[in-house]
């Protein structure tokens, strides 16, 4: 059966025309938000636009499954094509897309320097979210986790974040649509797949979405190693939290500090002064997973 559909697949790709060469354009990613009710997202300039290459096992596969996801193009090297797992050999008929490459063909589609461990796809960019949609499908007093990135720039950074998150049911992933990268392969690909489960929303403005959240029930906690309180102390007893969390180099804005009702720590030796913030993002939503 495996060989039969490798077969197939193949035969299917030495017929098929190849494609019109087009120039990649990179995405925008997930939605954004003005936060007052009935917004509309507003347009950006600066902000990519289009498809995006994504690639890398985990990122390639996970757009693979997801239905949201339209997919333009699919290539995978010869030798990867022969050694895929079954579950793999299936995503990759089911697309209709496939397309055998020499590894030639990844240094001319992709960003120098990429991982693409001989898999690439080309998808349309993810439905937009509003902040309204993430609220407006909780229930009166349900528990939620969202977290809010002041100014995190590093695509590792966020793609580990967004990875976290789905390890510990963040529900999204809210960034100022300015100063946060967009989601692009190497983002995707530091995310390991989570890009396509956990919502990514960008807003217009950071302050008056900390405000509309509130009004909403959450209760804004910012990650600040000269807290008072740790973040497990932070956290117990409460039902809807939105973890804050500052950029690389400074920590949260004074603004942006300001607009939280509380400040968190983790625990730490002092003779560590900080941790990446995506390492310190993980912690902070193992502890807001596992709140009583």
């Not at 954004?32 to 507003?42: D, F, I, L």
């Not at 966020?158 to 990875?163: E, K, P, W, Y």
Request: proline share 5%.
């Amino acid at each position: 059966m495996l060989r039969e559909a490798m077969r197939n697949i193949s035969e299917a790709m030495s017929t098929r025309k190849p494609p019109k060469r087009q120039k990649s354009k990179s995405f925008s990613g997930a939605g954004k938000t003005a936060v007052s009710k009935g917004s509309r997202p507003r347009k950006d300039a600066s902000r990519p636009s289009g498809d995006n290459w994504l690639y890398g096992d985990h990122a390639v596969f996970a757009v693979l499954k997801n239905p949201s996801r339209k997919i333009r193009r699919l290539v995978i090297g010869h030798n990867k094509l022969a050694n895929l797992s079954p579950e793999e050999l299936g995503l990759v008929q089911k697309s209709g897309l496939a397309e055998s490459v020499d590894g030639e063909i990844f240094e001319q589609l992709l960003p120098e320097g990429a991982v693409h461990q001989s898999i690439a796809v080309q998808a349309a960019p993810l439905p937009d979210l509003a902040v309204e949609d993430i609220v407006r499908k909780l229930e009166e007093g349900e528990r939620c986790a969202l977290a809010v990135l002041d100014q995190v720039t590093d695509p590792h950074n966020v793609g580990a974040i967004l990875r976290s998150a789905a390890a510990f049911d963040i529900d999204a992933v809210i960034v100022p649509d300015r100063h946060s990268p967009p989601l692009t392969g190497v983002l995707a690909r530091a995310a390991s797949g989570a890009v396509e489960s956990v919502p990514v929303v960008r807003v217009n403005n950071l302050s008056r979405t900390l405000d509309y959240l509130a009004e909403n029930g959450f209760w804004r906690i910012g990650m600040d190693g000269r807290a008072d309180k740790s973040m497990e102390e932070a956290v117990t007893g409460l039902g809807r939290i939105v973890v804050v969390l500052g950029s690389e180099g400074k920590g949260l804005r004074r603004l942006t500090a300001e607009k939280c009702d509380l400040l968190a720590k983790l625990p730490m030796n002092p003779r560590i002064e900080s941790l990446n913030v995506s390492n310190a993002a993980a912690i902070a939503f193992y502890e807001v997973a596992k709140r009583t």
